[in-house]
């Protein structure tokens, strides 16, 4: 089985900085692209970053580019969202997400197993 387990969510002010941590315990790990997604109230749920498998290349969404940085570490089956100059617009659940092999990398569908989600709150 699957899993992914999101963790460093919580209640930040606008322009402040949060790293969210996605682990898991399996060896699948290091072979699969990732993602992470967020989902605000009311909201579809939506891309923010994804990184390959080596951790070479990372995609990210227009707007967290240049204040979110994806990264993964294959050694502790660990990923990582270090996300900067946070703005009440990121508030929403944080989810990461593992890729299929043939999925979209930008769209929801394209990924199939998910984490429970963390909490980001940005205040104003």
């Known amino acids: 089985q699957v899993q992914l387990v999101e963790s460093g969510g919580g209640l930040v002010q606008a322009g402040g900085s949060l790293r969210l941590s996605c682990a898991s315990s399996e060896g699948w790990f290091r072979a699969y692209e990732l993602g992470w997604f967020r989902q605000a109230p009311g909201k579809e749920r939506e891309f923010v970053a994804a990184i390959d498998s080596s951790g070479d290349s990372a995609y990210y969404w227009d707007s967290v580019k240049g204040r979110f940085t994806i990264s993964r570490d294959n050694a502790k089956n660990t990923m990582y969202l270090q996300m900067d100059s946070l703005k009440p617009v990121d508030t929403g659940v944080y989810y990461c997400?593992?890729?299929?092999?043939?999925?979209?990398?930008?769209?929801?569908?394209?990924?199939?197993?998910w984490g429970q989600g963390t909490q980001v709150t940005v205040s104003s």
């Open positions: 997400a593992r890729k299929g092999a043939y999925g979209l990398r930008y769209d929801r569908s394209g990924y199939d197993y």
